[in-house]
């Protein structure tokens, strides 16, 4: 299992996976509001998404898990 976490802190505007999915190094999974700027988020490996541990609208520090992958 491995975990993939917010670069930084910011708002969860759209998540781009569901629970199940597979996904790639490199794929756009989550986009962040910062200062104002959507930021896309791309997972650093690839694997099965596990858990998704955030929420549209949700408020993530620097270092939070997004996702959960097996």
Not at 17 to 40: F, H, R, S
Request: hydrophobic share 50%.
């Amino acid at each position: 299992m491995a975990n993939i976490e917010a670069p930084m802190a910011g708002k969860v505007l759209e998540i781009m996976v569901e629970t199940g999915d597979t996904i790639i190094e490199d794929d756009e999974i989550i986009i962040l509001e910062a200062m104002k700027m959507e930021n896309p988020i791309f997972a650093t490996e690839g694997g099965i998404v596990k858990e998704i541990k955030v929420k549209v609208g949700q408020q993530v520090a620097e270092g939070d898990v997004l996702l959960v992958l097996e």
